[in-house]
């Protein structure tokens, strides 16, 4: 599998292991600048031996040649993403455990190998964020029954996994090798039992605060309606943990009926972001502050990464990990939506959020995506007459990345079509009703202009995507997004088969799965709705598999 360097993967090494630019350019020349840099070096010579010895035992590995098969074989179903991960073999679910560790990105997740169906962590190992390639199981059940979802928390010399072991409890394992190929679980069991628990022990996360460990454990109030709730322990060792109390407080911004799974809690700028994922309605945030002298996590604003009920075809749960630069990296399982023989769920592309003013969100996509682009086509400045659907000619694919800037001007609904038949028996509608969404009062200056400070909707309609009848179409995402009143809209769009993903302004993003029946189903079209609308440019390429060497 090709690996890529790139300016961003420096950019987050230094970041992660704390080294300054002055002091790797040479500009900074006291004594202990010179003496940390040599230990340093000294610290990556010993690293990279143990690293080509670890490289060499994998060339014979019989899980690493497994899974190249495995790959072989069902590459060719036409459903099967090229540059979204995908499990090598069979199903796949929660990602876990997302880190940064010896200049690599980590990725881990709910995997299900033949020979043994009860959950392993499988494992991914990336430079780019994008480009990943495959490692032997990861956390093997035992004592457990099998091994659920959980974090990681990386320090200097090792990296902690904390994760949630069915029939025992809460357990810890440590890793410290250049590739994460070796696990030792802390004392053979559960570091937090679930028999005699005070509260729900399910999905944990970890972090450090004063040499102090801490744990979220994911569940439900104890009393009146369902509703999420993290349990809050502490560990000066990761053996022997202490409970404390419930941690959220202020939580108006859940619904009922949903609970806390796979909580991960991490600065975000100069405040705090809890992820979690509720088993009715999918993925959430809140945001807040961090009340380290209570261990309480205020939270004054909250959201949603599912806008709807998490299957069929709905985005799952997070993974996530700081990036060195004040934002959090996360990547989401995103379920099926029609059987697949062998294989099922797939990951989103990672995405970068960060803080937009006090109570706002931002999401990207993160990783050098730009290394995938092949075949490119550019549109420039193109009039969209109201009502009349304009086909993009030359402009086609089931594997693209397509990024549009649009005038919207007075038109109160434009849409883009993809993935869309010469007939349009089949298409995947995308659709932006600007101001069309609830009041934000925040925003709120003057009823007269009421409407300006109304939030925007994206819309993603997979319920035309598909005219085969073992694919259950998903009630159409519909999501707020701020556009200022002057602002263009701008777009980013990636289609990988069976996915849909759309980036909207750098705040928001919304993604389903779709499976077009037709070999055809590759077209893209613009309508404008009521009045007119002006495309200011509009670039599409065709996008690379990530697992072509």
Same mark, same amino acid.
């Given at each position: 599998?090709?690996?890529?360097s ?9 970041a992660?292991?704390g ?28 690293k ?47 990602p ?16 299900? @190998?033949?020979?043994n *169906? ?7 190992? %990336?430079? $780019? /964020?994008?480009? #990943?390639?495959? +490692? ?28 949630h ?27 937090i039992?679930?028999?005699g ?11 450090q ?10 569940g439900?109030? @104890?009393?009146?309606? *369902?509703?999420?709730a993290?349990?809050?322990?502490? %560990?000066? $060792? /990761?053996?022997? #943990?202490?409970? +404390? ?22 600065p975000l ?18 945001l ?20 709807g ?21 996360v ?20 995405r970068? +959020? ?12 993160a ?63 995308i ?11 925040d ?7 009421w ?7 994206v ?31 701008k ?25 077009p ?9 613009l ?23």
């Amino acid at each position: 599998m090709r690996m890529k360097s790139s300016s961003f993967r420096r950019m987050i090494i230094m970041a992660t292991i704390g080294v300054s630019a002055a002091a790797l350019t040479g500009e900074t020349a006291s004594g202990a600048t010179n003496a940390a840099v040599a230990l340093t070096q000294q610290a990556a010579g010993v690293k990279g031996e143990a690293l080509a010895a670890q490289e060499a035992k994998l060339r014979d590995n019989p899980f690493i040649q497994r899974f190249a098969e495995s790959r072989r074989k069902m590459a060719a179903d036409p459903y099967r993403p090229l540059y979204h991960f995908v499990s090598p073999e069979s199903s796949l679910n929660d990602p876990n455990g997302l880190c940064f560790w010896n200049g690599q990105w980590h990725l881990f997740y709910q995997a299900y @190998p033949p020979e043994n *169906r009860n959950q392993h962590w499988g494992h991914a190992v %990336s430079d $780019d /964020l994008i480009h #990943w390639r495959d +490692l032997p199981y990861a956390i093997k059940p035992g004592p457990e029954n099998a091994c659920y979802s959980g974090s990681t928390l990386v320090e200097s010399n090792r990296v902690i996994a904390m994760y949630h072991g069915t029939g025992q409890g809460n357990m810890v394992a440590i890793s410290s090798d250049p590739l994460l190929l070796d696990w030792e679980k802390l004392t053979g069991k559960p570091v937090i039992p679930a028999a005699g628990a005070p509260c729900t022990i399910f999905d944990p996360c970890i972090w450090q605060k004063d040499g102090v460990y801490y744990s979220l454990s994911g569940g439900t109030q @104890p009393q009146g309606p *369902r509703r999420p709730a993290e349990f809050l322990f502490k %560990s000066t $060792d /990761l053996v022997k #943990w202490e409970y +404390l109390h419930p941690f959220v407080e202020g939580d108006v911004f859940s619904l009922v009926g949903d609970d806390g799974a796979c909580p991960y809690f991490w600065p975000l700028g100069d405040r705090h972001i809890l992820l979690h994922f509720s088993h009715m309605s999918g993925a959430h945030y809140l945001l807040g502050d961090y009340d380290k002298a209570r261990d309480k996590f205020v939270v004054t604003a909250g959201g949603r990464f599912t806008f709807g009920a998490f299957c069929p075809g709905g985005v799952h749960a997070p993974s996530a990990t700081p990036d060195g630069r004040g934002g959090v990296l996360v990547i989401f399982n995103i379920n099926n939506a029609k059987p697949t023989p062998g294989w099922d769920q797939i990951m989103s592309l990672p995405r970068r +959020l960060t803080l937009v003013g006090k109570n706002g969100l931002g999401v990207e996509p993160a990783g050098d995506i730009a290394s995938l682009r092949g075949a490119h086509r550019h549109l420039g400045e193109t009039a969209l007459p109201a009502n009349r659907e304009l086909v993009l000619e030359g402009i086609q694919g089931n594997a693209l990345e397509i990024t549009a800037e649009l005038d919207l001007r007075k038109s109160p609904m434009v849409e883009l079509n993809v993935l869309r038949s010469p007939g349009k028996e089949e298409f995947t509608r995308i659709a932006i009703f600007k101001q069309r969404g609830y009041q934000n009062w925040d925003r709120f200056k003057d009823w007269n202009k009421w409407f300006e400070s109304c939030d925007s909707v994206v819309t993603i309609d997979s319920g035309y995507s598909s005219e085969l009848p073992d694919v259950t179409s998903r009630a159409p995402e519909s999501a707020p997004v701020w556009l200022a009143s002057d602002e263009p809209l701008k777009l980013r769009v990636f289609i990988d088969k069976s996915v849909v993903e759309v980036f909207v302004n750098g705040r928001q993003c919304v993604a389903t799965r779709v499976y077009p029946g037709r070999a055809d189903s590759l077209g893209v079209s613009l309508r404008a709705q009521g009045s007119d609308a002006v495309l200011k440019q509009l670039d599409a390429w065709t996008m690379k598999s990530i697992y072509t060497k």
